[in-house]
């Protein structure tokens, strides 16, 4: 029986091929997962294509672009999903805003584009995802966000970034908290650098003497990690930041 026979997942952020959103809808249809994935200007032959490989394992599968900036997003995308698959049981807050800022850069415009993504969708999303299971009468859900280490180390020039994202990780533990009497989980997944295609070589290679396990995180390996929280192998955690990092030392 594959792990996640069954369960219909909601995974936004899914936009290139190479991203970690992309290597999770794909572990978990493997997995026997249904897919409904969100992307934002992606394009429509990618998001077909995807799609085809997606169903290729045996699952359904529906995408939709979506800004989730927009307040009445998370709304509207949980709609979907459950008049396409059904009531979504796992929610993987994959999407991001970022733009390099610094102290010198920093606005309120700055702040709030990357509080509508970063937080207030993801806030929204987690508890109507929440509310929408609870009076499906279903039970084991599972909420799993997408963060980058904000308590590890400093991001120089991201100070909207890791303000928006170290506030996921503070809204994962109480949430937590709140839902496990409704046998809903809720943790955080910090991936360390990753290469989805966004470095470039010289950012490589200065970064690889850093991952003391000899290699640079993939997105696969967020997949997996993802795929563990997601089954009932990880039914017992819950209120959990995982820094998944290969060994990512700071110095």
């Known amino acids: 029986m594959m792990r996640l026979e069954s369960q219909i997942a909601v995974i ?11 290597a999770i809808a794909r ?20 998001e077909s294509r995807f799609r085809q490989e997606i169903t290729g394992y045996g699952v ?14 998370p ?16 929610l993987v807050n994959n999407a991001a805003y970022s733009t390099r800022d610094g102290f010198e850069a920093l606005d309120a415009e700055t702040l709030d584009a990357h509080y509508f993504v970063n937080v207030r969708a993801a806030c929204l999303l987690s508890v109507e995802f929440a509310r929408r299971l609870q009076r499906s009468g279903k039970t084991n859900g599972r909420i799993i966000n997408l963060t980058s280490g904000q308590a590890q180390g400093p991001m120089p020039g991201e100070l909207a970034y890791v303000a928006s994202k170290g506030a996921i990780s503070a809204f994962t533990l109480t949430l937590s ?3 496990a009497p409704h046998g809903i989980t809720v943790n955080a997944i910090n991936p360390g650098p990753t290469d989805t295609g966004w470095m470039w070589p010289e950012l490589e290679k200065a970064l690889l003497p850093k991952f003391l396990l000899g290699r640079i995180g993939q997105p696969e390996d967020a997949a997996r990690l993802a795929l563990f929280l997601a089954s009932d192998e990880g039914k017992w955690i819950t209120g959990q930041v995982i820094n998944s990092e290969g060994g990512f030392y700071r110095s």
Do not use: N, Y
């Open 60 to 73: 359904r599968c529906a995408g939709m672009e979506i800004d989730l900036s927009d307040a009445r997003a």
């Open 12 to 22: 936004t952020g899914v936009s290139h091929e190479r991203g970690i959103g992309a």
């Open 177 to 179: 908290v709140e839902l």
């Open 75 to 90: 709304f509207r995308l949980l709609d979907e999903a459950a008049a396409r698959l059904g009531v979504p049981t796992i």
């Open 27 to 46: 572990t978990f249809a493997k997995e026997g997962a249904d897919v409904f994935f969100t992307h934002w200007q992606a394009g429509s032959d990618w």
